[in-house]
Structure formats: C-alpha cells, structure tokens
C-alpha cells in the first residue's frame, strides 16, 4: 500500500514562528498536494507539486510557501503563524489520473 | 469557479437499507469524478473514480453514476451497516491529469442505524 507519512500529528506553535509540515510518499508517485480542512469551508487547496523543484498556487496559497527538492518530500512552510492558520492541513499524492492517497493530517494550533 | 454541492450534512439510514448521497457541480464538465470516505480526525480515503464516459462504476456494495447531462454523480451503498457510518466527499477534477488539484464538495455525514 502507498503510504502517505505526515511528520506531525498535533502541533502547537506561537503566532509569529516559521513552521514546517513535513510529508513523505513511499509510491514513487509524482504528484502532491497539500490541503487544508476546516468546519463549515472542507478541503480547500493550498499548493500542488507535479514534479521535484515545482510548485503551483492552489486555491488559498496566501501566507503559504512549499518545498519538494526530492520526489517523495513536500513540505509546507507557514512563514510567520497566525491564528487564522488553526487548522487541519493535509497532505496527499496521486500518480496521473488516479485517486488521492492521504496522510493522516496535522492538527495544528497556533496560539 | 467550479462549484460542488452534496446534497445535504447529514443522512440517517437504516441498516440494511441502500444510502444514496448526490454530488452537483456548475459551470464546467470534470473529466472525472472521485469519492472519497472520511473518518473523524482521519485522512480521506480513496474509493471510486468515474469518468466521464463512464456512467456507472461498481466496487463491491458501491455504486457510483456519472450523468454530465445533468451534472451530477450519484453514490450508493448497499445492504449498508454501522461500519459504514462516515463523511463522504466528493470530488472533481477538470484538467483529467490529476495534476492540477482535485476541489472537493463539501461532505455528506452518513449515519446508519443499527
């Protein structure tokens, strides 16, 4: 099975720090993506990645920046944590046209 | 911007019965459709694309239908039971490679009742 590995399942950092969410894939596939899920708003977006050194804006890129120097690392980089940045993020991959694989989330608080 | 809606929060079936949830979308043809389970504090997990040449796709009690006409995926699961309790997420990809990220509907929460 594809695993999808989230470096952090609850994380709780002060307003103002630089924060890192680590995700790994173990498939080899070339996609990834990171999403954020909140109550009321679901999965929304945030970066995608089709290949290593690639990045796109998704659909609420704003005070989120990425990194993918391997294939099977992506990170998701908060610059300088706000309030307004609670939530669950999730990472996922997919090899062309197929269905998403998951991690398991970060509940991350900031505080 | 594409616009996905399930067709309600919540929805309480009795065991043994088939659940169906809706997925609508407006203003542009996917060229395919994905559902999605999600447990609570867990990840969503993959169960069934559908493209849009296909109109129906089954996987063992799952169903999923495909009508662009109307725009709109039907999801069935029968002879349901407890275990089935969860939120199901639709999703839709326009670009058909994958690569451009998938929006997700907003989720139906499915409880079965013993």
């Known amino acids: 099975d594809v695993k999808v590995t989230q470096s952090s399942r609850y994380l709780v950092k002060r307003t103002g720090e630089k924060v890192f969410l680590e995700c790994v894939q173990d498939m080899d596939h070339e996609n990834m993506f990171w999403y954020r899920q909140d109550p009321g708003l679901g999965l929304r977006l945030i970066y995608f990645?089709?290949?290593?050194?690639?990045?796109e804006k998704g659909d609420i890129p704003e005070g989120y920046s990425v990194s993918r120097e391997k294939k099977e690392r992506f990170s998701l980089i908060l610059e300088s944590a706000s309030t307004n940045q609670t939530s669950m993020y999730l990472c996922a991959s997919s090899f062309q046209g197929m269905g998403y694989t998951f991690g398991s989330g970060t509940r991350l608080t900031v505080v | 911007s594409q616009k996905i809606e399930q067709n309600s929060e919540a929805l309480n079936i009795q065991e043994g019965k088939t659940a169906t949830l809706t997925c609508n979308y407006t203003?542009?043809?996917?060229?395919?459709l994905q559902w999605y389970r999600q447990d609570p504090g867990r990840g969503p997990v993959f169960l069934l694309l559908i493209r849009e040449n296909e109109k129906e796709k089954r996987k063992e009690r799952l169903k999923v239908t495909f009508d662009t006409t109307l725009k709109q995926s039907l999801f069935h699961i029968t002879a349901s039971q407890p275990a089935d309790s969860a939120t199901y997420l639709c999703?839709?990809?326009?670009?058909?490679?994958?690569?451009?990220?998938?929006?997700f509907g907003k989720g139906t929460h499915l409880i079965i009742q013993p």
């Open positions: 203003n542009y043809s996917p060229a395919y």
């Open positions: 990645s089709y290949d290593v050194k690639m990045k």
């Open positions: 999703a839709l990809d326009i670009g058909g490679g994958g690569a451009d990220g998938l929006t």
